[in-house]
C-alpha cells in the first residue's frame, strides 16, 4: 500500500520499493480500498526484506512497530529469521548507512472478520496517505537528501580515507580518499563484508577485534601496516579504529581512518633519521638491508629462515616482521626446538588429549593452536630429529594436525618464522636435515651479521645499553671512556650483540661515576690485546692509528699527524674523519680545538 501511494504521489526520479519480515500474497481487501482512490496495487508482489539482497537505499521506512522492534531486536542478535535457513538480520542488508525513518502504523490484519479487514485497510489507507504526502509535498524528503549529499561532501572532503563498517562488518562508508588510498571504488564495496573487500592481505592486521569473532572493540586503537592495492602497489598505512554508535537504535560499528605514510617511510630510510627499527639498532649498510627485508617480508605469510650467530638478534627480527605484517593483532608464539626433548617438543608444538600419555592429565593446546591468526617462532630449528622434522614438513604442506594421543584434526592459520645459527645446507649434505624441510622454510631468507662485521653500529649500541640502564637501575652512566670504547670497538664479540649488552651491564655494576673506565669492562674483554700488525684489519671504517695496508690504526689517545692524515684522507671532512678514526664527532671537534702552544 505504502509503495503504491509513493509512485501515485513521488516524482518520477523517486523509485520506492517494499518488503515485509516474511511473503505473504497482497490482501484482497488491500487492493480494494486502494482502488477507491485510483491506486491500483493489483500486480504487486511482496517480497522479504532479505530478498532485497544489498541494495542501496537514500531513506529506508519501517512501517508499523513489528517491523520496527523485528529490525532492532535482529541488531541485538534477538529476532526470528528473515525467513526459514537465513538468519540475516535487515539491519546488516541496507548499505551506505541510509537514513531511517519509522511510521507508527497499526497492521491491518489484526481484524478479526472480514468487515473489520477491509474497514482496517482503509485506516491504514489513510494514515499512509497522510505520511507520503508529508513526507513529499512538505518538502522532507528533499530535506533528508541534502542533508545526505552534504555529509557526502564532507567525507570526500577530508585527505583520510574513511571506511565505516557493522558489526556484522558490511562496509557502510567509503570516501574518495579511501578510493585512492586503497585502489579500490566504492561501488565495489559498499554493502560488502570487509574480509571479502580486502583479501587476502587485510587491512587492520587482526587489530579489529571483529576479526576475531569477538565484540566489537570498545576503545580507539592505532596501528601501522603495509597494504598490498588491486594493481599490486605497496602502500604503507597508519590505520585508527574507533568504535561508532551507527543509529538512535544503538547499532554498533567500527569506524577507520586511514592515512597513507608510504613516502614518509621511505623518506626517513633514505635519510637514516632513525638508528632502531623495532629494538634493533643499526645505522650499517649490512642492518639497514636487514631492515628493508624485514619490511618486504612483512607483505606475505611466505615462511622466513632467519641465520646468524647466537647473539645476532634473531627473535628480534621474528619480533619485526611479525609486527609489521597483517598479523600483528594476533599471537607470537615462540618456541625453542633446541631446549625440549623430543616426545615433550612434539606435545610442545601439537598438543595433546587428557591420557595421551603418563602426566597428560588434561587436554592441551599447543603452540601451532595457540598461534592461530599470528605467527610461530620456531627457534634452533637445525636441532629437530629427523622424526621432528617429517612431522613438521607435513603440517607446513597440509595446515592441519593432530593432538597427540587425538584423532581430531585440527586447521590453524599460521605463519611460520624459524631460526637457526647452524649451517642446514651442510646438514642436507650430510644427512641430518631435510632438504624438503628446508625450502618450505627458506622461502624468504635472512643472514644477519655478526657484530664484527658492523662495528659502526657499536656506539649506538652502547648509547641504547647505557640508556636502559639509566631507566632501569637509576645509575648516572652518561658516556663510556675514550680508552674503554677503543677497546669495545676492537674485541672480536664472538658471543655478538649478546656478549657485547652482557659486557656493559657487568661494566655498570662496576661503574660508580658518569664513565664506564677501561677497568669497568669485564676481564675477557679489558684484557684483549688490540689487533697487532698483523692481525685482522678493521672491517666497517673502524680503523686504527698506525699506518698498515692501507689503513689507519687507533692507539689509545689522538695526535697531530693521525687526525692530519684521516683528514687528508677524506678531502677534511670532519665528520668522515671521526668515522674513519673510529671516535666520535665531538671526540673530534674537542681535539680540534685550538689549545695553547698549537
Not at 586511514?258 to 645505522?283: A, C, I, K, N, P
Not at 640508556?467 to 664472538?494: C, F, N, Q, T
Request: proline share 6%; net charge neutral; with cysteine.
Amino acid at each position: 500500500m505504502a509503495k503504491g501511494l509513493l509512485r501515485s504521489l513521488a516524482e518520477p526520479e523517486i523509485t520506492a520499493e517494499s518488503a515485509g519480515i516474511a511473503a505473504h500474497p497482497l490482501l484482497p481487501e488491500a487492493v480494494r480500498v486502494m482502488s477507491e482512490i485510483d491506486v491500483d496495487v493489483s500486480h504487486h508482489v511482496s517480497r522479504t526484506v532479505a530478498g532485497l539482497g544489498s541494495a542501496t537505499f537514500d531513506v529506508v521506512i519501517t512501517v508499523g512497530d513489528r517491523a520496527r522492534d523485528w529490525c532492532r531486536g535482529a541488531r541485538e542478535g534477538r529476532a526470528a529469521q528473515t525467513s526459514p535457513g537465513d538468519p540475516r538480520p535487515c539491519s546488516s542488508l541496507f548499505s551506505e548507512v541510509p537514513l531511517r525513518l519509522h511510521w507508527s502504523i497499526p497492521d491491518p490484519t489484526a481484524a478479526n472478520d472480514a468487515g473489520g479487514l477491509e474497514a482496517a485497510c482503509r485506516t491504514t489507507r489513510d494514515l499512509l496517505r497522510e505520511h507520503v504526502t508529508a513526507l513529499l509535498a512538505h518538502g522532507y524528503l528533499g530535506a533528508l537528501a541534502r542533508e545526505r549529499e552534504r555529509l557526502a561532501r564532507l567525507l570526500d572532503s577530508l585527505d583520510e580515507g574513511i571506511v565505516v563498517h557493522d558489526a556484522f562488518r558490511r562496509i557502510y562508508l567509503f570516501n574518495r580518499a579511501a578510493e585512492r588510498i586503497l585502489g579500490l571504488s566504492r561501488d565495489a564495496v559498499l554493502g560488502r563484508d570487509c574480509h571479502a573487500v580486502f583479501a587476502p592481505d587485510g587491512l587492520c592486521g587482526q587489530q579489529c577485534v571483529s576479526c576475531r569473532g569477538t565484540e566489537l572493540p570498545t576503545e580507539r586503537c592505532e596501528y601501522s601496516t603495509t597494504f598490498t592495492r588491486p594493481d599490486g602497489g605497496e602502500r604503507r598505512l597508519r590505520v585508527v579504529l574507533n568504535p561508532v554508535v551507527l543509529d538512535d537504535a544503538g547499532a554498533r560499528g567500527v569506524i577507520a581512518s586511514l592515512r597513507d605514510d608510504t613516502e614518509v617511510d621511505e623518506l626517513r630510510q633514505r635519510l637514516h633519521t632513525s638508528r632502531s627499527f623495532h629494538g634493533m639498532v643499526g645505522v650499517s649498510r649490512p642492518m639497514q638491508e636487514i631492515f628493508e627485508t624485514i619490511r618486504q617480508a612483512a607483505t606475505a605469510d611466505f615462511p622466513v629462515l632467519i641465520g646468524g650467530e647466537s647473539g645476532t638478534g634473531k627473535e628480534l627480527v621474528a619480533h619485526a616482521i611479525h609486527h609489521e605484517s597483517r598479523r600483528q593483532g594476533g599471537p607470537f608464539v615462540p618456541v625453542s626446538c633446541g631446549a625440549l626433548p623430543e616426545t615433550i617438543l612434539e606435545s610442545e608444538l601439537f598438543g595433546h588429549v587428557r591420557g595421551a600419555f603418563t602426566g597428560a592429565i588434561r587436554d592441551k593446546k599447543g603452540r601451532f593452536e595457540l598461534a592461530d591468526g599470528g605467527t610461530l617462532f620456531l627457534d634452533e630449528v637445525g636441532e629437530l630429529s629427523p622424526a621432528m622434522q617429517v612431522k613438521l614438513l607435513r603440517v607446513l604442506q597440509e595446515k592441519r594436525f593432530e593432538k597427540v594421543g587425538g584423532e581430531r584434526t585440527i586447521q590453524v592459520d599460521v605463519r611460520i618464522i624459524a631460526a637457526t645459527n647452524r649451517d642446514l645446507r651442510a646438514m642436507i649434505k650430510a644427512g641430518t636435515f631435510r632438504e624438503d624441510l628446508y625450502y618450505r622454510l627458506a622461502v624468504v631468507s635472512l643472514e644477519l651479521p655478526p657484530l664484527r662485521d658492523r662495528r659502526e653500529d657499536i656506539p649506538h649500541l652502547v648509547e641504547q645499553v647505557l640508556s636502559d640502564v639509566r631507566r632501569e637501575y637509576g645509575k648516572p652512566i652518561a658516556r663510556v671512556a675514550d680508552d674503554a670504547m677503543d677497546r669495545l670497538l676492537g674485541h672480536p664479540w664472538p658471543g655478538n650483540v649478546r656478549e657485547l649488552i652482557n659486557a656493559l651491564q657487568s661494566a655498570s655494576v662496576r661503574c660508580t661515576g658518569e664513565a664506564i673506565q677501561l677497568g669497568h669492562l669485564p676481564p675477557e674483554v679489558r684484557q684483549a690485546g688490540a689487533p697487532g700488525l698483523h692481525g685482522p684489519l678493521p672491517r666497517a671504517g673502524v680503523v686504527p692509528t698506525v699506518v698498515h695496508e692501507g689503513a689507519l690504526r687507533r692507539a689509545c689517545k689522538l695526535d697531530d699527524q693521525l687526525v692530519a692524515e684521516a683528514l687528508q684522507r677524506v678531502g677534511g671532512n670532519k665528520v668522515k674523519a671521526a668515522r674513519l678514526l673510529g671516535v666520535g664527532r665531538a671526540t673530534l671537534y674537542r681535539f680540534l680545538k685550538p689549545r695553547p702552544g698549537r
